[in-house]
């Protein structure tokens, strides 16, 4: 098994962001970008992280609760399709939520959705993405870590 670095990208109403694992295999680059974006709930800001192996993006919104709020990531592999995805979303005050796919997937992209609810009312919440990538190739690609933010009504 090979192991790379996948940059996927990090973005609100979007999807997460890769990096490379050891050894890294080919080069790896990480930079941010914020786009400003309409969506249902309003104005959010829309981070994406880019790195060797593809991008991956995190997206928080607040759908209209005063105690909850969504998280939303997509990965795109430009090395291949992606087999597997392991993510985690934490938020700052500690909560945090994953998912282990049960693959095999066979697409360069994959998305999901996670809700934390029990949050504070009026409280920005910066939730971060983290996790990894199995390629087709038996690349293993780490997210580079990305993060955004939300508040509850």
Known sequence: MVASTLGLGLAMLAGPAYAASNPVVGSSSSTGTTQMVIASSGISPLTTSYGSCGSASLTMFNGGSRSAIDANYQLVSTQGNIVYEH?????????????????????ATASGQFTFSGLRSKTTYTGTLTGTVTLDSGATCTLIPTSTKATTL
Do not use: A, C, Q, R
């Not at 796919?101 to 066979?106: M, V, W």
């Open 87 to 107: 993510v985690t979303v934490t938020l700052n005050n500690g909560k945090s939520e994953s998912y282990d796919g049960p693959g095999p997937i066979f697409s």
